[in-house]
Every structure is written in structure tokens, then in C-alpha cells.
Nanobody
Framework: QVQLVESGGGLVQPGGSLRLSCAAS????????MGWYRQAPEKQRELVAV???????NYADNVKGRFTISRDNVKNTVYLKMNSLKPEDTAAYYC?????????????????WGQGTQVTVSS
């Protein structure tokens, strides 16, 4: 069974930094695009950043220049380095991955989500 395990969330002051990690585990054949999304209370889930298997990146306008997404293909892990954090960044952050993995006796391609990690930016 494949799962995405997130870590790194917590409480940080405005202007501070935080680094999120998301590791995929299980019988993984390949990882394609991976990304981070976030959802604040009573708001829609929104894309934060995505990164392709080759390293191409895309960011939401309101985090560009402050956040950096990266990946380690050996460790099957995606990271989100967040600098100059603002109260508006407060949300539950979710990891997303396009995964081809072993399901029963076959390899299946699915889009998987992590359980979420809370980031709170407050003084």
C-alpha cells in the first residue's frame, strides 16, 4: 500500500520560515508530478506549487518569490520551503502526487493525497 506522509508543519511568527516534507512510501514504480495545496477554514483548497519529474516548477502568484518547491527522486520526497511567511499563509497544507504503484498484483496509476499538516502564522 502506498501512502504520502507529511511533516514539518507548526506555529511560526510572521516573517519566519518553515519547511514541509512529504515522503511517498510503498511499492512505487514511478512518481510524476508532485505538488502542494492548502486549505484555510471555510475556503476552497488552492494550489500552492507543483513540480514535474524533471524539475519544472509552477507557483501560485501569492507565494511566488517566497516559497520554493523541490524534490528528491531517490527518497521519493517533495519539499516546500516557505520564507517570509504571512498570516494569510495559515492553512492546512496537503501533499499531492501522481503515483504509479503496485495494487494487488498490478501496477496502477493514481493521484494520491497526504493527510495534511497544519501551518499557523501568528504573532
Amino acid at each position: 500500500q502506498v501512502q504520502l506522509v507529511e511533516s514539518g508543519g507548526g506555529l511560526v511568527q510572521p516573517g519566519g520560515s518553515l519547511r514541509l516534507s512529504c515522503a511517498a512510501s510503498g511499492s512505487i514504480r514511478s512518481l510524476r508530478t508532485m505538488g502542494w495545496y492548502r486549505q484555510a477554514p471555510e475556503k476552497q483548497r488552492e494550489l500552492v506549487a507543483v513540480i514535474s519529474s524533471g524539475g519544472s516548477t509552477n507557483y501560485a502568484d501569492n507565494v511566488k518569490g517566497r516559497f520554493t518547491i523541490s524534490r528528491d527522486n531517490v527518497k521519493n520526497t517533495v519539499y516546500l520551503k516557505m520564507n517570509s511567511l504571512k498570516p494569510e499563509d495559515t492553512a492546512a497544507y496537503y501533499c499531492n502526487a501522481d503515483v504509479t504503484h503496485l495494487s494487488g498484483s498490478r501496477y496502477v496509476r493514481n493521484e494520491l493525497w497526504g493527510q495534511g499538516t497544519q501551518v499557523t502564522v501568528s504573532s
